[in-house]
């Protein structure tokens, strides 16, 4: 008990401890800002030197990843690592290694199957062998670093967090754009995709080292059981969230081909410049929830996430207006037929904030098979919206569906958070929903606004000029202590 309390306290005085972990966030945020965003510096060359064929085979290859990474890793570096990292305060080396143990067990025995049915899945995949080959080599080292980042994060180790994401960001871009520039006779949508990811296997191999010398290689059964029974129940829920995020793209080669599938990731990429922010944002944003709900600091918890939930509007509907620009810029006008993806997209990615926040809640109360079945509901909708909309539509319709599919995957998860604290008032919802509306009109009428870019960049202007001369109250409202 005296433990406990002693534990109690030196949270407390963490979170009054505000200097150093705004210090923290900031540069958190911006070193994840930042190594999140040297991949959209080197796509104006991928872009060019690439068919649209070849970008959309990189298209296919990530979708596909995203979806066999539910199975072959169990989803370990999210949901359950963050609440780990709360309640083994003490042991976190040992938990660390024990699920990066358990995550290459899993990754093993799936890819067992794979190769076995080498020849079905090269079918089902539409993807040569050497992607399936190079997807097993990215499950098996990867969640190292996922998980060596989301700990230091939640620790507030901001300088290494800058490092690793920023190094390992760049020296992988700067390798595939060379090796890209260099080969001939080839198909430069693999060549991308291996130079893209061995350069961060070999970063998460080291970072696998030092976490398993760290932990004295010691693996624990009781948090592997932990782990398992924590995620196991989520692993359909992640399943269900990749297929929102990844049953477009496969849909579209289905039915429009590789050329269409090329134009719809880049437009689409482009629109979710945004979710850079709120990745960068989320990260120090997480353990400002968790470690408030504890001690029912719910005044702390809602200005956070009001002010947070308003910046990424701002920061989508910017992404909205300056579309065609970024575009041109980045794709070259061979894409020019994708710029009207944008503006729903950039929606979409704000209901995507809203809704990490409340499965937020649902995480930290350990509230899984519901959080399921909301996102199973929201992903079979996806799925029908676009087999519905593809075939008459074309990607635009590919677009919507996504946009409605995320409104009610984001209302559902407000409704079962709803469930969850009762009457505890830990969010203002009502202000949450108010600035997620709002936002995602102006998104949708920016559409209006294409033809007109100087209207365009003069509100842009405007946004910013205001941003500048309120600079001091947006920081006392985003800063300021309870």
């Known amino acids: 008990m005296i433990e406990v309390h002693r534990r109690e306290k030196v949270l407390l005085d963490k979170i009054k401890n505000t200097p150093k972990a705004?210090?923290?966030s900031i540069v958190i945020f911006l070193a994840s800002f930042i190594s999140q965003g040297i991949s959209f510096f080197t796509t104006p060359v991928f872009t060019r030197l690439m068919s649209i064929e070849e970008y959309g085979i990189i298209a296919q290859y990530n979708s596909w990843l995203s979806i066999i990474t539910v199975f072959s890793t169990l989803s370990l570096s999210a949901g359950v690592f963050q609440v780990a990292m709360s309640e083994f305060?003490?042991?976190?080396?040992?938990?660390?290694?024990?699920?990066?143990?358990?995550?290459?067990?899993?990754?093993?025995?799936?890819?067992?199957?794979?190769?076995?049915?080498?020849?079905?899945?090269?079918?089902?995949?539409?993807l040569p062998i050497s992607l399936i080959v190079l997807m097993f080599l990215y499950n098996m080292f990867y969640p190292a670093m996922l998980m060596w980042l989301a700990r230091e994060r939640y620790e507030y180790n901001y300088v290494k967090v800058a490092v690793i994401s920023i190094g390992a960001?760049?020296?992988?871009?700067?390798?595939?754009?060379?090796?890209?520039?260099?080969?001939?006779?080839?198909?430069?949508?693999?060549?991308?995709?291996?130079?893209?990811?061995?350069?961060?296997?070999?970063?998460?191999?080291?970072?696998?080292?030092?976490?398993?010398?760290?932990s004295k290689f010691r693996v624990?059964?009781?948090y592997i059981k932990y782990a398992l029974l924590f995620n196991l129940p989520l692993l359909i829920h992640y399943l269900a969230q990749y297929v929102l995020r990844s049953t477009d793209k496969i849909m579209i080669t289905h039915y429009l081909g590789e050329g269409a599938t090329g134009i719809y990731s880049l437009t689409t990429t482009i629109a979710s410049i945004s979710t850079l922010a709120w990745a960068a944002m989320n990260s120090s944003l997480t353990p400002t929830i968790y470690d408030n709900l504890k001690f029912k600091n719910y005044n702390v918890?809602?200005?956070?996430?009001?002010?947070?939930?308003?910046?990424?509007?701002?920061?989508?509907?910017?992404?909205?207006?300056?579309?065609?620009?970024?575009?041109?810029?980045?794709?070259?006008?061979?894409?020019?037929s994708g710029i009207y993806l944008i503006p729903p997209i950039a929606a979409s990615c704000l209901l995507q904030a809203v809704y990490s926040n409340y499965s937020s809640i649902a995480f930290y109360y350990h509230k899984r098979l519901s959080t399921c079945i909301m996102t199973i509901i929201a992903a079979v909708l996806n799925i029908g919206f676009n087999y519905l909309l593809i075939p008459k539509f074309g990607f635009l319709g590919a677009a919507y569906a996504t946009e409605i599919a995320y409104f009610v995957y984001t209302f559902l998860h407000f409704m079962n958070y709803k469930r969850i604290v009762g009457k505890e008032a830990v969010y203002n919802n009502k202000s949450i929903w108010g600035i997620t509306i709002a936002i995602s009109v102006l998104c949708l009428a920016t559409v209006f606004l294409y033809p007109f870019p100087i209207v365009r960049w003069g509100t842009i202007l405007v946004f910013g000029a205001i941003a500048i001369i309120q600079r001091k109250k947006i920081l006392k409202l985003v800063l300021k202590k309870k």
């Open 169 to 214: 960001a760049l020296v992988s871009q700067i390798i595939s754009v060379v090796c890209v520039v260099l080969a001939k006779d080839t198909n430069l949508g693999i060549v991308k995709a291996w130079s893209s990811a061995i350069p961060l296997c070999i970063f998460s191999i080291a970072l696998y080292i030092a976490m398993a010398k760290k």
């Open 89 to 126: 305060e003490k042991d976190r080396d040992r938990f660390v290694f024990s699920t990066m143990v358990l995550s290459n067990v899993a990754t093993l025995c799936i890819y067992a199957v794979i190769f076995i049915f080498i020849n079905k899945f090269t079918v089902i995949f539409e």
């Open 22 to 24: 705004v210090k923290a």
């Open 301 to 336: 918890i809602n200005k956070a996430v009001l002010a947070v939930t308003a910046l990424f509007g701002l920061c989508c509907f910017c992404v909205a207006l300056v579309g065609p620009e970024v575009v041109y810029i980045l794709g070259s006008s061979k894409y020019s």
């Open 220 to 222: 624990s059964g009781e």
